[in-house]
């Protein structure tokens, strides 16, 4: 089977083979303008042309800095999790945490403890009234488990406190690296284009 470019050409042949006399004119005009070609490179020229397509541009490969720098991000959370493994372990052991979404510390509070100020919490005073009753062993042991859990979120916020300071001051950094490449690498194409 012949392509179409082939039928095309045959067809073109036999047509100028019909009209002898205006293709002996054209290439007479031909000859005039130093343009001898005989009907086979006509041919090949058309078809040369006819499959050159546009030089496709090539996309300059831009890096995706918001994967980067959120993978940064993880990996140097990755590290201060080995580097305080322990820590991550007696918080994990603290926390259950259920299929429904739920998290339960591992101290529940007491159903009918009364709620009690920062400052009973810190110092229970326990005073002998008629209007007063004293507080149950049970409730010293609830406020004392309850001082020790504020003061060990105190320790916990603080500790996150400092490392988010940390992850700006990276942040910071990071930023300021990926300008000085940007820059290097626009002259380092500034000089290729030269």
């Given at each position: 089977m012949k392509s179409g470019y082939d039928q095309f050409f045959q067809n073109a042949r036999k047509v100028a083979e019909q009209q002898g006399p205006r293709i002996a004119i054209k290439k007479k005009v031909a000859r005039n303008l130093a343009l001898d070609m005989s009907s086979e490179d006509v041919e090949e020229q058309l078809r040369r042309r006819l499959k050159m397509t546009a030089?496709?541009?090539?996309?300059?490969?831009?890096?995706?800095?918001?994967?980067?720098?959120?993978?940064?991000?993880?990996?140097?959370?990755a590290i201060w999790g080995f580097q305080n493994h322990e820590e991550v372990e007696s918080l994990l052991r603290r926390?259950?945490?259920?299929?429904?979404?739920?998290?339960?510390?591992?101290?529940p509070a007491a159903p009918n403890a009364p709620a009690a100020p920062a400052?009973?919490?810190?110092?229970?005073?326990?005073?002998?009234?008629?209007?007063?009753?004293?507080?149950?062993?049970?409730?010293?042991?609830?406020?004392?488990?309850?001082?020790?859990?504020k003061k060990e979120l105190d320790a916990r916020e603080e500790e996150l406190n400092r490392v988010e300071n940390e992850l700006q001051v990276q942040r910071v950094e990071l930023e300021k690296r990926l300008k000085e490449l940007e820059e290097m690498r626009s002259k380092i194409s500034g000089i290729l284009e030269d």
């Open positions: 030089p496709k541009r090539k996309r300059k490969a831009t890096i995706p800095w918001k994967i980067v720098s959120v993978s940064f991000l993880g990996f140097l959370a926390v259950e945490f259920q299929m429904t979404g739920e998290a339960m510390a591992q101290a400052s009973a919490a810190s110092a229970p005073t326990v005073e002998k009234t008629e209007s007063v009753s004293t507080l149950s062993e049970q409730d010293v042991n609830h406020l004392k488990k309850l001082n020790e859990r």
